[in-house]
């Protein structure tokens, strides 16, 4: 298998690659005791690409990972308020790679590019949330340095 290229979104050629990758991870975010009404999510989901608009570049980095000229990844990096300190830090909406790429560093590399970018512009922290039920991702995150911030709790009524 090929090298890894990273390089920036571009809507036209990316928008459905993007969309259905970050569907599956979307919806797979959602515990899966929870319940789900399918339509409403894929509903959801376009308001979500809607309102956060990852192509609007303005207010999002998205970055795509290739291999072989086939589309293997993206991180979609955005912006988080704090809820404490109502200060604004960049925040990683999706770090997808897809199952047929995974493995292969392509999101260790994705991530490394976007620290890259965010280190060049003078940015010191990034966040992103991590589902207790998504073991793979948490691993990964340890293994890129971050640590828990807060630990978010729901209960069965
Ligand atoms: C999590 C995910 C992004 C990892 O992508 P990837 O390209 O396979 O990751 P990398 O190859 O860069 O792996 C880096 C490290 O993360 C850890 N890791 C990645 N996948 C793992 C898995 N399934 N189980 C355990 N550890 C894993 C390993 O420590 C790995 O290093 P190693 O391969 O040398 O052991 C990918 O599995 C994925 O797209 N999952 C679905 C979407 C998702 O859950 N995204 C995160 C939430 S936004």
Partial sequence: MGE????HYDHLRDARSFAALNYRTFRDSIPPDEPVDEEEFKRHHQWLLKHFAP????RNTVLVAEI?????????LGQQTDFFTQRVDP?????????????????????AAVVELLQAG??????LQVM???????????????????ISLKKKL
Avoid at 68 to 76: E, F, L, N, P, S
């Fill in 4 to 7: 890894i290229r990273i390089r």
């Fill in 55 to 58: 192509h609007d570049a303005r």
């Fill in 68 to 76: 072989d000229g086939k589309y293997a990844g993206h991180c979609w």
């Fill in 91 to 111: 925040w990683i909406f999706d770090l997808s790679v897809l199952p047929q790429f995974r493995r292969r560093g392509v999101a260790t590399a994705l991530h």
């Fill in 122 to 127: 003078g940015q010191s922290l990034i966040g």
């Fill in 132 to 150: 207790a039920h998504n073991p793979a991702a948490a691993k990964m995150y340890e293994k890129l340095g971050y640590r828990p911030r807060a």
